[in-house]
């Protein structure tokens, strides 16, 4: 996996350039973000990390929506607490600013690194991003590129710094019983001026509604980061959109 991930850093590059340029008809691009705890240390092995997540979708208007989400990540006992603004500017281009706040607990810290670590506190960090996403479809594949750029405000004694995250992500509906399901899959990398590219994320699933203003999301996620163990999330996500 590890060099798979390296493999496709260096691809979604060049990928995201493509994107960038590209012009057609627009795709809904699956979005839900993990938070990420301090790195530290290098020995044991992975951990398995159960996880629930929740989305609310409001319309403003046309071109504007509200997204208020929560998260739950298991087994490192993180709640995360998220906003999301996208307004879309074009057909094929959405520019979302964001916040994100989450809290990893002491015994959540004690089992991110690779060797026992010695936390007593809890770390919390608030992120304020912006990004924006081009989407189009290609024969029915619908494919996404989004930039981001993300503001750590993070406790003392560390600094604040700033982030860049680049992820590009494909679906495809598939019509199973007279509904229409939506398999895709993303592959995200992490860029910090101190740390270089330092993380990666590779995340499948598929998107099942339930009605047409309810959907449901089963996934899985596979993420490496320097300096802690791999986390295997199993994710399970509850979208209801009010338009």
């Given at each position: 996996m590890r060099k798979l991930a390296t493999c496709a850093r260096y691809l979604v590059r060049s990928a995201l350039v493509v994107c960038v340029m590209s012009l057609a008809t627009p795709c809904a691009a699956q979005d839900v973000d993990v938070p990420t705890a301090p790195?530290?240390?290098?020995?044991?092995?992975?951990?398995?990390a159960p996880s629930a997540w929740g989305v609310i979708s409001t319309p403003v208007n046309k071109q504007i929506a509200l997204k208020l989400s929560g998260f739950f990540i298991g087994d490192l006992q993180v709640p995360v607490a998220q906003v999301d603004?996208?307004?879309?500017?074009?057909?094929?281009?959405?520019?979302?600013?964001?916040?994100?706040?989450?809290?990893?607990?002491?015994?959540?810290?004690?089992?991110?690194?690779?060797?026992?670590?010695?936390?007593?506190?809890?770390?919390?960090?608030?992120?304020?991003?912006?990004?924006?996403?081009v989407a189009f479809a290609v024969r029915k594949f619908e494919i996404s590129a989004r930039n981001m750029y993300v503001r750590r405000f993070r406790p003392t004694?560390?600094?604040?710094?700033?982030?860049?995250?680049?992820?590009?992500?494909?679906?495809?509906?598939?019509?199973?019983?007279?509904?229409?399901?939506?398999?895709?899959?993303?592959?995200?990398?992490?860029?910090?001026?101190?740390?270089?590219?330092?993380?990666?994320?590779?995340?499948?699933?598929?998107?099942?509604?339930?009605?047409?203003?309810?959907?449901?999301?089963?996934?899985?996620?596979?993420?490496?980061?320097?300096?802690?163990?791999?986390?295997?999330?199993?994710?399970?996500?509850?979208v209801v959109n009010t338009r």
């Open positions: 790195a530290a240390g290098d020995g044991r092995g992975s951990i398995f603004l996208p307004i879309r500017l074009a057909s094929f281009l959405t520019v979302t600013p964001s916040y994100m706040g989450y809290s990893v607990p002491a015994s959540g810290l004690n089992k991110l690194p690779p060797q026992p670590g010695s936390y007593t506190d809890s770390y919390d960090e608030h992120q304020f991003r912006v990004d924006g996403t004694p560390v600094e604040d710094m700033n982030r860049y995250r680049g992820r590009v992500a494909i679906a495809h509906p598939l019509a199973i019983r007279n509904r229409i399901v939506k398999p895709f899959a993303s592959y995200e990398t992490f860029y910090e001026p101190t740390g270089g590219w330092n993380r990666d994320r590779i995340w499948s699933g598929v998107t099942v509604p339930l009605n047409k203003r309810v959907l449901v999301q089963p996934s899985y996620m596979w993420e490496t980061s320097e300096g802690n163990r791999d986390v295997h999330y199993v994710l399970f996500g509850l």
